[in-house]
C-alpha cells in the first residue's frame, strides 16, 4: 500500500518561502500525476498543485507565479517550493496523486504564515 510522508512545513512569515517535501513508500513512477493538497479551517483539502511524469505542472490560481511542484521518481519524491507567502496559504499540505489513491492520506504538514 503506497504511504505519503510530508514535511517541511513550519512557521514564516509573510513574503517568505518554504520547500516542502514528500517521500512516497513504492514506486511513484507509474502514477501518472501527482499533487500537493491544501487544507484550511474554512475549506475542505484543495488540490494546489500537479505535476505529471513527463513534468508537466499546473497550479490552482491562487499560487500561480509563486509555487512550484516538481517530482523526482528515482527519489519516489515530491516537492513543493513555497516563495512569496500569503497568510492565506496556511493550512496543512498533503501530497497524493491526482486522482488521490486509495483512502489513506499522510499527516501531512503544517504551514503557518504569520507575522
Known amino acids: 500500500q503506497v504511504q505519503f510522508v510530508e514535511s517541511g512545513g513550519g512557521l514564516v512569515q509573510p513574503g517568505g518561502s518554504l520547500r516542502l517535501s514528500c517521500v512516497v513508500s513504492?514506486?511513484?513512477?507509474?502514477?501518472?500525476?501527482m499533487g500537493w493538497y491544501r487544507q484550511t479551517p474554512k475549506m475542505q483539502r484543495e488540490l494546489v498543485a500537479t505535476v505529471t511524469r513527463h513534468g508537466s505542472t499546473g497550479y490552482v490560481d491562487s499560487v500561480k507565479g509563486r509555487f512550484a511542484i516538481s517530482r523526482d521518481d528515482a527519489e519516489n519524491t515530491v516537492y513543493l517550493q513555497m516563495d512569496s507567502l500569503k497568510s492565506e496559504d496556511t493550512g496543512v499540505y498533503y501530497c497524493?496523486?491526482?486522482?488521490?489513491?486509495?483512502?489513506?492520506w499522510g499527516q501531512g504538514t503544517q504551514v503557518t504564515v504569520s507575522s
Open positions: 513504492g514506486s511513484i513512477s507509474s502514477i501518472y500525476q
Open positions: 497524493n496523486g491526482n486522482p488521490p489513491i486509495g483512502p489513506t
